[in-house]
């Protein structure tokens, strides 16, 4: 006599249930690891070719001043944070167009949702990839963002100060400092000048030229200083012209950058809530600044909803499509991202709304997408 044993169905049910978690791990892997890569290709060209515009921005600066290759490398390094507010989301969501645009121009994605796996569940990949980047793109806008600019404007600095003086040549106008044109006849030594000749144009409503028999360069920490002897100082505006002798005067130039906006990058989102409120003319564009300290890394959460659903509802386009269809998407937002901003600024329209229309419209663009691919 022979017995039979048979399955406990919950048994069965928690193979069953293990098998299907194994193979959602497999599939969930697979399209993370494809998507890490088309993720960091993205993340890679979009920073070199927006670090290449800000470089190019500071090499003016350095043309007659000269830097080394760890200058060089260490301003490259300061800028990334700042760039990467703007590249993450954009990365985000080139990578999800490229990989899900592949997988249904390949029917991948056809196959998955015949074997019964829901299109949400297909999409968790994305929401995984997403919420990294959110979290990256708050640190950067919150607290990297912010300290890599005063890092910046300090090597800057350090560089014109220290090693402006040594561009300084006989015979020959030096124009490294903003808005300021230095003459010298003799250069005994690296400090020593003869024969001095300075226009200062620095203020608009009245420009300053100097003349000095001789001076003495004096560097620093934040300016570049000239002790003059025996000179005359002509301030000329526009109905008067005044001459002032001196037998000694201390003239200091500060290095500039685009101040004031070198001042907001270096701001965290709190201290331009402060300065908002302190500075009643320059309020909205401390408020404006604060707002997309928020709507930029908050881009990643709609990206997660668009991306899957754009991909499959952009058809059989594949990589080239998804790209293209990616960068159309971010060219729009930033598009009514400044618009938005110039009607705030010419007080059209709250600067909450300046702030956060563009946002808006994309977020309704985004679940309209989602809604006709969930109808097909």
């Excluded at 060089?72 to 800028?79: D, E, F, G, K």
């Excluded at 997403?130 to 560089?159: D, H, N, Q």
């Excluded at 499509?321 to 007080?347: P, R, S």
């Amino acid at each position: 006599m022979g017995f039979s044993v048979m399955k406990p169905p919950i048994k069965k049910q928690i193979d069953e249930a293990f098998i299907y978690n194994l193979q959602m791990f497999l599939i969930y892997r697979s399209i993370l690891k494809e998507m890490l890569l088309a993720f960091m290709i993205s993340l890679v060209f979009l920073n070199s070719t927006l670090m290449m515009e800000r470089m190019l921005r500071l090499n003016k600066l350095f043309a007659s001043v000269g830097a080394t290759v760890s200058d060089i490398a260490r301003m490259m390094l300061y800028v990334q944070p700042q760039i990467l507010i703007l590249t993450l989301p954009m990365a985000l969501l080139l990578s999800t167009l490229v990989v899900y645009g592949r997988m249904n121009a390949d029917n991948e994605l056809t196959i998955l949702k015949g074997s019964g796996i829901s299109f949400f569940r297909i999409s968790r990949p994305v929401a995984y990839l997403g919420f990294v980047c959110l979290s990256l793109s708050l640190v950067m806008s919150f607290y990297l963002g912010p300290k890599s600019g005063v890092a910046l404007r300090g090597k800057v600095t350090e560089i014109l100060t220290t090693r402006a003086s040594l561009t300084i040549e006989e015979g020959i106008f030096n124009t490294a400092f903003k808005d300021i044109v230095i003459l010298v006849k003799n250069k005994p030594d690296s400090t020593t000048l003869r024969g001095i000749f300075i226009v200062d144009d620095r203020k608009a409503e009245e420009q300053k030229v100097l003349v000095a028999k001789e001076g003495k360069i004096m560097p620093a920490f934040d300016s570049l200083a000239f002790q003059l002897k025996e000179g005359r100082i002509y301030l000329l505006k526009k109905d008067t012209a005044t001459e002032i002798s001196f037998g000694s005067y201390f003239f200091s130039l500060n290095p500039q950058i685009d101040a004031q906006q070198r001042t907001i990058n270096e701001m965290t989102p709190a201290q331009l809530l402060q300065e908002a409120e302190k500075n009643p003319k320059k309020r909205l564009m401390y408020l404006l600044e604060y707002h997309r300290r928020f709507s930029m890394p908050a881009l990643c959460i709609i990206i997660i909803i668009l991306g899957p659903s754009l991909a499959l509802y952009a058809g059989k386009s594949g990589r080239l499509g998804g790209l293209t269809i990616g960068v159309a998407v971010f060219g729009v937002y930033y598009t009514l991202l400044i618009y938005g901003e110039n009607l705030a600024f010419a007080n059209k329209i709250p600067h909450i709304m300046g702030a956060w229309g563009g946002f808006c419209i994309l977020a309704l663009f985004s679940l309209i997408v989602l809604a006709k691919v969930n109808k097909q």
